[in-house]
Every structure is written in structure tokens, then in C-alpha cells.
């Protein structure tokens, strides 16, 4: 018989590219300026790997290393390693088995998820559902994606928004049921699939976008329906997070936002009243950086010490898929 447990946050870590670009160095090769980047989107530059090898491998695993130094404890006391990607650079093996090994954690499960700018969130979710279940004592759950290696910068509309960054953290089965995931979401829509996506073949281009210039392999956004998308889904996952919880704005420490677009960050605060120093915007820095966005998040505002213990707080994200989840954690 299972015991009723819960799952500390023991320790996080994040991991971004020491190359710059910015909003600038994007008008040199592209019809755009610094000025209009940043009052669509909020972004002044991003971080990027620049072509430097395996970026997603490298990112998870620096990321990774962090929490487990926070949590203080080894690779070989993982049970298992869960990564959110969809940039990884092998399908098979997953980057999440070649980051195991590399931190020592063999023979800890791994596996990735794909859920795009969901994935950290799906990915913590799960692995606070299998500690639960008893059947791992410590997981190390990580988003990362490398966006830039898989942008075609001559496309203004894609190759403004994203960087690369990772996030992580070492989630470990505690004796307070209290303690971990009180409610979480995990969901998607597949009929608008083709708003967001990367194809590798002609063949899987549907019909209404075989006119579009991108070469196949790289990113392409219809991003006027993935902006009312966002817009629309990530209020209601923010209201029904406070709904389903009974908690109130004055009750959470942080609500964690996915960056995707600092204006649909904005029109979140404006109509849920959310105070703004419960709500981290790093998009300026950091730009859209996918499944490593929230974790990159999460680590900032832990380090800060802006998620106390005994306070809960609320993160949402939303990405290709169409995906979206949330996960309201009591530290």
C-alpha cells in the first residue's frame, strides 16, 4: 500500500548561451529596429547558443548540475530525469538519457516530453505524480530548448522572439502530504496544430502554408492566431488555478508566467489584478526561450528568495500543440 507523501522542491537551476543578440544585431540582417522589436513583444535581446554544439545537451546538463548543487545531493541519488524539449538534438536516444549519464545518474529512468513552451511545467507535473505514486524517491525534471538552432533568420516574424535558455529542479518525496503539486493542469488541442510547428517534409506542410518562404526543419508561427491563443488561454488557466485552489492573489507568492510576449503578460496583470512584483517579466532579457522559460523563471525568483516556504505559488505556460499547464505548488 502506497503511504501518502509529499514532494519537496529541493533545489532548482537554470543555464543560459554567453552570446548576446540583440534587437540591433537583428536589424543589421533583417527589415527591423530595436524600437519596434521591443513595443510588439518587450524584447531588448536574447541569449543564443550561436552554433555552439549539442545546445540543448550542454544547457540541461549546466542547469541540472545547479539544482542538484542546491539540493545537495549527487546524480546517483536521481531515480529518474525528465526533460521538456522539442529541440533537442537527437531524437533518439533522448537528450534527457545522455543528460542522466552525464550527470552521473545511471541507472535513473529518463525520458523527454514534448510540449514545447509547456514542457517544464508538463514535466514537473509528471514527476511530482510519479513520487507520489511511490514509484521514485528523487527526480530531476528540466526544460530547456535551443530555439535559435532551429530558426530561419531571414523570417522577421519568428527569429525576433526566441532564446535559448534551461531550467531545473530536484524534486525529492518528503513526509508532509502538504508539501508539492495541490493542483495542476495538463492540456492541449491538436486541431490547431498547424499555427505552430516545425516540418521536416513537404508533405506534412498542410496545404494553407505551402506558399511560406521558412525552410523545412525550422520553426514556423502563424503568430496572430498564436497570440490570441495565448492571450485568451492564459487568463483562464490563471482563473481556474485560484478557482479550483480557493486561493486569492494575496495567498500566492509568485504566479510564474511562461515569457512568450510581455503584452500578453500585461493584459494578464491588467484584468486579473495581479500585483506586479508577484509576476516576473525577464522576456527583456532573455527573450522567448520555450520549455526553458518558466524553469529559467523559477530559479531566478527562488534565488531571490521570492518563493518562501509555506507560501505557495502558481506556474502557467502555454506553447505549440496546441499545449498549456499549470501547477499550483506548495514549497
Not at 492564459?234 to 486569492?248: C, N, W, Y
Amino acid at each position: 500500500m502506497i503511504q501518502p507523501c509529499g514532494v519537496r522542491l529541493a533545489g532548482t537551476g537554470s543555464a543560459v548561451p554567453d552570446t548576446t543578440l540583440t534587437n540591433n544585431d537583428l536589424a543589421r540582417i533583417l527589415d527591423t529596429s530595436d524600437d519596434w522589436i521591443a513595443q510588439r513583444t518587450g524584447i531588448r535581446e536574447r541569449r543564443v547558443s550561436a552554433g555552439a554544439p549539442d545546445p540543448v545537451f550542454n544547457l540541461s546538463c549546466l542547469a541540472g548540475q545547479r539544482a542538484l548543487d542546491m539540493a545537495g545531493v549527487k546524480g546517483s541519488d536521481i531515480d529518474l530525469v525528465i526533460l521538456g524539449t522539442v529541440s533537442g538534438e537527437m531524437l533518439c536516444p533522448s537528450t534527457a538519457c545522455r543528460v542522466a549519464a552525464a550527470l552521473g545518474a545511471t541507472p535513473a529512468g529518463a525520458f523527454d516530453i514534448a510540449a514545447a513552451c509547456s514542457g517544464f511545467v508538463y514535466s514537473v507535473n509528471v514527476a511530482d505524480s510519479i513520487i507520489r505514486a511511490g514509484r521514485a524517491k528523487r527526480v530531476l525534471a528540466i526544460g530547456c530548448d535551443a530555439i535559435s538552432s532551429v530558426v530561419d533568420y531571414t523570417d522577421r516574424t519568428v527569429s525576433i522572439l526566441f532564446g535559448d535558455a534551461a531550467g531545473a529542479v530536484v524534486l525529492e518525496r518528503c513526509d508532509d502530504p502538504a508539501k508539492g503539486c495541490r493542483y495542476q493542469t495538463m492540456s492541449a488541442d491538436g486541431a490547431n496544430w498547424q499555427h505552430l510547428y516545425m516540418p521536416y517534409r513537404p508533405d506534412i506542410v498542410p496545404e494553407c502554408d505551402r506558399a511560406n518562404p521558412i525552410r523545412l526543419g525550422n520553426l514556423r508561427m502563424n503568430g496572430r492566431e498564436v497570440y490570441k491563443f495565448a492571450v485568451n488561454r492564459f487568463r483562464e488557466v490563471i482563473e481556474d488555478a485560484f478557482q479550483k485552489t480557493g486561493l486569492s492573489v494575496d495567498d500566492v507568492s509568485q504566479v510564474i508566467c511562461h515569457q512568450s510576449n510581455a503584452r500578453i503578460i500585461e493584459s494578464a496583470i491588467e484584468k486579473l489584478n495581479l500585483p506586479r512584483e508577484k509576476v516576473l517579466v525577464n522576456i527583456d532579457r532573455y527573450g522567448n526561450t520555450s520549455a526553458g522559460s518558466v524553469g529559467l523563471c523559477l530559479d531566478e525568483l527562488n534565488r531571490a528568495g521570492k518563493t518562501p516556504d509555506g507560501q505557495p505559488f502558481i506556474m502557467v505556460a502555454f506553447g505549440g500543440g496546441l499545449t498549456w499547464a499549470s501547477c499550483v505548488w506548495d514549497k
